[in-house]
């Protein structure tokens, strides 16, 4: 994938954003487990960063794809998962099928102050009971007059507490579990939204992440997104923009710490030569940064396919689950190892390679799970055994040993 000066100059406004606006603030929003999200998002939408890749009637650039991953590219700058995270929640999570399928009037209500950076929003589909498992929601939205009345509650939703809007998920039929979806906006300050309850997570700490109920919450049927009962293919789709993001917004900061732990390594003396100088440690770090450009040029690939149309979705969703499959693994053993070589440094809290060992692990898990990532692969190359159908004395003795 060749990048243009237009790429470069993007790329640019960015790093420079990250490195005079995030990173000296990372630290204190890092111990109050927030960020000011309206601020920062103001500011971003002000400088053209915040539609890239959508469409110029809402005050987006209407850009091919290949200019949001070199803007995630530089992303993953941050000197902690967290902002890459909630910043990609609002880019390339909860706005693509708003972008896509909404009515041009929820598409000038919602996204064009998005794109601005006036509103802040959140993606609301995972639920206690269903986080990679999208099809076992259980969250209700039914009509009364012209609104959707809806019911339920979400859980570990990025932005959270300080959302205006999110762009949820929700049962409108008792059909099919993946033909009875929607997609809905609903305002966040409706009346029977509660979301103070803020989630204290593992790592991504200066993100905030809400679980959101909903009584009875009245949301106008003119808020649905595309059409009644797409919402999962909708959603489906979403995933794909989220999951190349966020292997993307992996790339460069995965480098960054090998480049930190070749300096500590390089000074750091023990038996009278540079942890740097075994050849254990050497040879290690070259592998890691061997994987780091495979999964480059994975999601160059990738989004290659993407954006000219030369693949299927099918075989474009394959590999956008393997850059997530790829980013997640990767992380976990690049944090693993450059904090073993760090030794004692690299596991106070407050240091780099420790809150990069806490961001990442996430990455195996949100946007579904390493496991879901294989069975996606697995069902696109054709290996995935078929479900045996059940006797029905095999069904009732499974309706028994649940009912025990």
């Known amino acids: 994938m060749e990048f243009t000066h237009e790429h470069e100059s993007l790329y640019k406004t960015t790093r420079k954003f990250i490195e005079e606006e995030i990173n000296p603030n990372v630290p204190q929003w890092e111990a109050d487990g927030i960020w000011p999200a309206h601020d920062i998002l103001k500011r971003m939408g002000d400088l053209g960063l915040l539609g890239i890749n959508k469409p110029e009637a809402n005050g987006g650039l209407g850009l091919d794809y290949s200019y949001e991953i070199r803007f995630a590219e530089a992303l993953s700058n941050c000197s902690c998962g967290s902002l890459p995270m909630a910043i990609g929640v609002v880019t390339d999570m909860a706005t693509p099928a708003l972008a896509r399928f909404g009515s041009k ?28 498992d999208v099809a076992s929601i259980k969250t209700t939205a039914r009509k009364d007059g012209d609104d959707y009345v809806i019911n339920g509650s979400k859980m570990w939703i990025t932005n959270g507490t300080q959302a205006d809007w ?68 909708y959603q489906m789709m979403q995933f794909q923009e989220e999951r190349l993001f966020g292997a993307a917004s992996m790339i460069e900061g995965m480098e960054n710490l090998i480049q930190a732990t070749i300096d500590y390594t390089r000074q750091r003396k023990a038996f009278d030569q540079s942890i740097l100088d075994n050849q254990s440690v050497h ?93 996606i692969i697995c069902k696109i190359m054709g290996t995935l055994p078929k479900k045996k159908k059940k006797t029905e004395a095999g069904a009732a003795a499974e309706r028994s040993t649940e009912a025990a």
């Open 105 to 132: 009037a929820l598409r000038d209500e919602y996204l064009t102050p998005v794109i601005a950076g006036d509103q802040v929003c959140s993606i609301a589909v995972s639920e206690a009971g269903a986080g990679s």
């Open 283 to 375: 040879f290690r770090l070259a592998e890691l940064q061997t994987e780091v450009e495979s999964l480059r040029a994975l999601v160059y690939r990738t989004t290659e396919l993407y954006i000219g149309g030369k693949a299927g979705m099918e075989e474009v969703a394959k590999l956008a689950s393997m850059c997530k499959l790829k980013a997640g693994r990767i992380g976990r053993e690049i944090t693993d190892s450059c904090l073993q070589y760090w030794g004692g440094q690299g596991y106070m809290w407050e240091s780099e390679i420790a809150r990069a060992y806490r961001d990442t692990r996430l990455i195996s898990i949100g946007g579904g799970a390493d496991e879901i990532m294989l069975g």
């Open 166 to 233: 999110a762009c949820l998920l929700a049962n409108t039929s008792d059909g099919k579990p993946h033909q009875n979806k929607s997609l809905i906006v609903v305002p966040l300050d409706a009346k029977g939204v509660q979301r103070e309850t803020k989630l204290d997570k593992l790592g991504m700490r200066a993100s905030d992440t809400a679980m959101i109920f909903l009584d009875e919450v009245r949301v106008p049927q003119r808020n649905l997104i595309g059409q009644e009962g797409m919402g999962f293919t």
